[in-house]
């Protein structure tokens, strides 16, 4: 009878510490979970930026992606506080490659930045007139034109794809893969070479126009207010190579 009452409660002892260990472990893990992030960027904060701030915030949420440690947001509080106004710190051109996902290549939360995106990441009078708004209307102190490695719109503009809406959408590609009329390789989609040199291109090219057809964002950068930058995506590695 003795052993038998040794016997329970020892069980009940191990169980009870079995218990105890596993509520612990899950209110660890509970908070390790927890959103961290539950503001949004203030008009304050905006005004206190400069482009550089945000170039290198930019950077370093590409980092975080990257090696995978990601800031953990509570997107709903977010959309709550956002609904009343928005103070983004900068607006990114991508193309609509599924591939990118801007938001999460630089580890953004909801009102971060503008994105506008298009085939090809090319500039034209509504992107304009939207980079416009972000900057002058708005407040946002960085332009960032990110091209990405093998590009579809790229692809299709070295092969002459012709098709409705789409021929005239890579016309406005074409300044790049001309730039490289005295290139020896082959100037085909195959060569990956070729591909990257005139994604690079087009970058350029995208923002020599953005400084040509907008005097409001080339006066700006001139004065210091904002700057227009590229950068290249790489989706092997998930690494943003920035031209500043």
């Known amino acids: ?52 701030d945000v170039i290198s915030w930019l950077k370093a949420g590409n980092q975080r992606f990257v090696s995978g440690v990601v800031t953990n947001r509570d997107h709903s509080e977010q959309v709550r506080l956002a609904a009343f106004g928005q103070y983004p710190k900068g607006i990114i051109l991508s193309c609509i490659d599924s591939r990118v996902p801007i938001e999460d290549v630089f580890d953004l939360g909801i009102g971060d930045v503008f994105v506008a995106r298009v085939a090809g990441n090319f500039e034209n009078t509504d992107i304009l007139g939207s980079m416009e708004y972000a900057c002058k209307v708005v407040g946002s102190k960085l332009v ?85 930058i590229g950068g290249m995506y790489d989706m092997s590695t998930g690494v943003v190579h920035f031209y500043d």
């Open 1 to 52: 009878m003795h052993n038998d009452q040794t016997s329970r409660l020892f069980l009940l002892s191990f169980f009870c510490l079995l218990f105890l260990g596993c509520s612990s472990k899950q209110t660890s893990t509970m908070a390790e979970t927890k959103p961290v992030v539950a503001t949004i960027v203030t008009q304050e904060q905006q005004n206190n930026l400069t482009p550089n």
């Open 144 to 228: 960032l034109v990110l091209g990405h490695e093998q590009c579809g719109a790229i692809k299709a503009t070295i092969n002459g794809v012709k098709l409705g809406n789409i021929t005239s959408m890579l016309e406005n590609i074409q300044p790049a893969v001309q730039h490289f009329d005295n290139y020896k390789g082959s100037k085909t989609s195959k060569n990956k070479e070729f591909v990257h040199m005139v994604a690079e291109q087009n970058v350029w090219d995208t923002i020599e126009n953005i400084r040509l057809y907008s005097p409001i964002l080339r006066d700006m950068e001139k004065s210091g207010q904002i700057k227009i």
